[in-house]
């Protein structure tokens, strides 16, 4: 299966907390995105970090990519109750008019 | 305009019935997408249209029937569905059907149950 694995599958934080979650895959890919779900909605973009790229920041997230490892990760700084929502990383890995998304992680962000 | 719409929001139908899905968007993307999501689990991918042509078909099933009218619009035909197709159903567009280009833009989803 082309499909990434993240974990963990849920986390708890306390609001202000830093969340941090990971995303590992099987194959090279050309970029890794990062999308955001609320519950029994569609998904939202949240951000794409190219192959020869390392880091990304966007507001409260910082993205990493290490594709030695082939690995990703998704921090979120000083969460929100709003940020409640589960995460899912997507890979091109299945060929390139595809978007192959990771097994989510599920954020629950404690007021 | 950076949505995309999907009609209906909730569908109930049973196993002998015709329904469709809909779905449009505004953006100028080339390339549209359906997927599957049941509870827990991420999306699945369905179909991909590209430049208003089926090019993926993820061995769905024919009793799922996509359609891409024109550029802004992508149906989903079901009929004769079974109980285990109850579903999130959602439809996504992106500029074009490549790696440089396919930051996917979600509707909100049908949210399907089949009796």
């Known amino acids: 299966s082309q499909q990434g694995e993240e974990d963990p599958q849920a986390l708890s934080i306390q609001e202000g907390e830093n969340a941090t979650m990971n995303c590992s895959y099987k194959?090279?890919?050309?970029?890794l995105q990062w999308y955001r779900q609320n519950s029994g909605r569609g998904l939202v973009h949240l951000i794409l970090?190219?192959?020869?790229?390392r880091e990304k920041h966007s507001g409260r997230l910082r993205v990493t990519l290490d594709t030695s490892k082939k690995s990703s990760s998704l921090l979120i700084t000083a969460s929100r109750a709003a940020d409640t929502a589960s995460y899912f990383c997507?890979?091109?890995?299945?060929?390139?008019?595809?978007?192959?998304f990771g097994t989510g992680t599920k954020l629950q962000v404690i007021p | 305009d950076t949505e995309v719409t999907q009609t209906p929001k909730h569908l109930v139908m049973g196993m002998t019935n015709k329904k469709s899905l809909k779905c449009e968007q505004h953006?100028?993307?080339?390339?549209m997408y359906w997927y599957k999501q049941k509870a827990k689990k991420p999306p699945e991918l369905m179909f991909v249209?590209?430049?208003?042509?089926?090019?993926i078909n993820e061995s769905v099933p024919s009793r799922f029937s996509p359609e891409c009218p024109n550029s802004s619009l992508l149906n989903l035909h079901l009929h004769a569905l079974q109980p285990e197709d109850s579903a999130l159903y959602l439809c996504?567009?992106?500029?074009?059907?490549?790696?440089?280009?396919?930051?996917?833009?979600f509707g909100a989803g049908t949210r399907l149950s089949v009796l």
């Open positions: 996504a567009s992106s500029q074009e059907p490549s790696p440089s280009k396919n930051i996917q833009y």
């Open positions: 249209y590209s430049y208003e042509k089926l090019s």
């Open positions: 194959t090279s890919i050309n970029n």
């Open positions: 997507a890979t091109d890995a299945g060929g390139y008019q595809k978007v192959t």
């Open positions: 970090i190219r192959s020869n790229e």
């Open positions: 953006m100028g993307h080339r390339a």
